[in-house]
């Protein structure tokens, strides 16, 4: 569905991705990890053209991007920031409504249609008691599901998200993950994200890219991942893999001669 071909990126003489080319398949949930310094944020601002791709590297069911129209792609990608601006004076439901802007009219009407969708999302990422709340009375964590809640009202089937989780706790990490996986599963999204936190990493997505300098070393599924001595080389041998009945748990060494 979407497509990175060839893909390089610099800043004055500094290469930030290298001739980096991966094809994303519908329906599944991709985790993009590596070093600080991998690229990782600007390969997924590529695909959300905060940073317009150069022409024949970035594809949308075989149709370069920079060939389509803005509002057009928004109806076919949507996305989330690391980090979005919080001095907004808006509801929580304002908010989420506005991730419908790509179908409303020329006057800025929203129809029956709209609501319905404004409401299902509200009642997905349980926001019932916040919808009247504005975003200056949110906690970072609680501002960050509505910004998800945004992205998903634009009813996109590709949603990228960048680090979603940087701002919550295990619990609403946790919880958000869990309420992401099964809006995928019914929805038939295809969701791609980079995200930090290796152990969920590995627990909720289907394939793992693995970056590192700008260059992809592995894309595969979280378990070739995992087996892979490219990942230990990548972090140093600084992980343990723990398989206890039937799940896989991902935690950093803290012992040198465990290495």
């Known amino acids: 569905m979407i497509k990175v071909q060839n893909l390089?990126?610099?800043?004055?003489?500094?290469?930030?991705?290298?001739?980096?080319?991966?094809?994303?398949?519908?329906?599944?949930?991709?985790?993009?990890?590596?070093p600080n310094g991998a690229g990782k944020s600007t390969l997924l601002k590529h695909m959300m053209r905060i940073i317009e791709p150069s022409s024949s590297t970035v594809f949308l069911k075989d149709q370069d991007v920079t060939k389509v129209k803005v509002k057009e792609y928004a109806k076919q990608c949507s996305f989330v920031f690391q980090e979005n601006p919080r001095d907004l004076d808006f509801t929580v439901e304002e908010m989420i409504a506005m991730g419908r802007y790509p179908y409303l009219d020329y006057m800025g009407h929203t129809t029956k249609a709209d609501e319905i969708v404004i409401e299902r999302i509200i009642h997905e990422l349980s926001l019932e008691k916040l919808r009247e709340r504005s975003m200056l009375n949110l906690s970072g964590g609680e501002a960050q599901k509505v910004f998800i809640g945004r992205a998903l009202a634009q009813e996109t089937p590709i949603l990228l998200l960048d680090e979603p989780i940087s701002m919550l706790d295990v619990?609403?990490?946790?919880?958000?993950?869990?309420?992401?996986?099964?809006?995928?599963?019914?929805?038939?999204?295809?969701?791609?994200?980079?995200?930090?936190?290796?152990?969920?990493?590995?627990?909720?997505?289907?394939?793992?890219?693995?970056?590192?300098?700008?260059?992809?070393?592995?894309?595969?599924?979280?378990?070739?991942?995992?087996?892979?001595?490219?990942?230990q080389q990548v972090y140093h041998h600084r992980l343990k893999i723990i398989h206890d009945h039937g799940n896989t748990y991902v935690v950093p060494r803290a012992n040198e001669k465990e290495a």
């Open 8 to 34: 390089s990126y610099q800043i004055g003489d500094k290469p930030i991705l290298k001739d980096i080319s991966l094809t994303f398949k519908p329906h599944t949930i991709y985790g993009i990890i590596g």
């Open 171 to 231: 619990h609403n990490s946790v919880e958000l993950l869990n309420r992401l996986k099964t809006i995928k599963d019914q929805h038939q999204l295809t969701i791609i994200m980079v995200i930090h936190d290796l152990n969920l990493a590995f627990q909720y997505c289907d394939e793992i890219v693995l970056l590192k300098e700008g260059e992809v070393l592995l894309a595969a599924s979280r378990q070739e991942v995992l087996e892979s001595e490219i990942l």
